[in-house]
């Protein structure tokens, strides 16, 4: 007879944002959509194996995958005896450590529960990681690919669009999945562009933009006053928009400027 799993486990698993792809020309699509840009690959959250199967034998790829559920791990050492699986937490893995410093990319079914989190560290890794191609949840994989004047268009979005280009690659309804989630998902491409510096103090350019968005219904004028800094060298026109509406040159030129009258002052 099964064993009962401990309440702890049956807890814990709920976090883990599981939701197995059943259909394999979808899993064989998201495997073909990585371009082949560098030699190392990983995949994050590889579950049960549906995108791994495509990848595991590819020629072009050194390929490793993190996954953080036990069951998961023993599951994949028992199909895909060659597969070197990390069991960990993405969100806590080394990235320098795991292919000797070399630069990598991403791909996976991400667990949704982490989504902000494995792009916002993706953000921080850009020159490490050249190329994502992963399915999220409908709504995270619209706001990624929105542009300005967009109303999904937000934090992510601009942090992201600054060093990558974004593609929406294709919609994958609920019922692919087991157990099919609440919402609609789909595959984005992030592929890093040619920006080494975007000529702006970059530590300040996040807090702007995260500043503005904050509280997007209001103008930059009344959106940025917690920053503390003068916006007397911006023009009236750009103070008066959203933040929804700014370009990532925008969000550039204004860092600009109140960074210079904070040296000045
Ligand atoms: N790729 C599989 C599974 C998707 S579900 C498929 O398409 O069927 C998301 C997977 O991510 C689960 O297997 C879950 O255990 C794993 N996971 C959740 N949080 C993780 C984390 N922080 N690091 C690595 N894997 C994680």
Not at 106 to 119: A, D, M, R, V
């Amino acid at each position: 007879m099964k064993r009962k799993r401990p309440v702890e486990q049956v807890r814990a698993k709920k976090f883990l944002g599981q939701h197995f792809l059943t259909d394999e020309s979808i899993a064989e699509r998201i495997a073909r959509s990585v371009t082949g840009c560098t030699q190392c690959l990983l995949e994050i959250g590889p579950g049960m194996g549906v995108l791994t199967k495509y990848l595991v034998d590819d020629k072009r790829f050194q390929f490793k995958a993190i996954e953080l559920d036990s069951e998961s791990v023993e599951y994949l050492h028992r199909h895909y005896p060659n597969l070197d699986v990390i069991e960990g937490d993405f969100l806590r893995l080394d990235l320098g450590q795991i292919f000797d410093d070399n630069q990598f990319s991403i791909i996976g079914n991400f667990p949704y529960n982490i989504s902000s989190q494995i792009l916002f560290r993706v953000f921080e890794q850009r020159n490490r990681i050249p190329e994502v191609v992963g399915m999220f949840q409908k709504e995270v994989a619209e706001r990624v690919a929105a542009g300005p004047g967009s109303k999904t268009y937000g934090i992510l979005s601009v942090l992201l669009s600054a060093f990558y280009n974004i593609e929406y690659l294709f919609t994958v309804h609920e019922h692919v999945f087991n157990p099919p989630p609440k919402v609609k998902s789909a595959v984005i491409r992030l592929t890093r562009n040619d920006v080494q510096q975007l000529g702006c103090d970059e530590r300040l350019f996040v807090q702007v933009v995260k500043t503005g968005f904050n509280q997007r219904r209001k103008t930059l004028r009344n959106a940025l006053k917690p920053l503390n800094q003068s916006l007397d060298a911006i023009p009236e026109e750009m103070l008066a928009k959203r933040a929804e509406q700014l370009s990532v040159q925008d969000f550039i030129f204004i860092t600009n400027n109140i960074s210079t009258e904070n040296v000045n002052n």
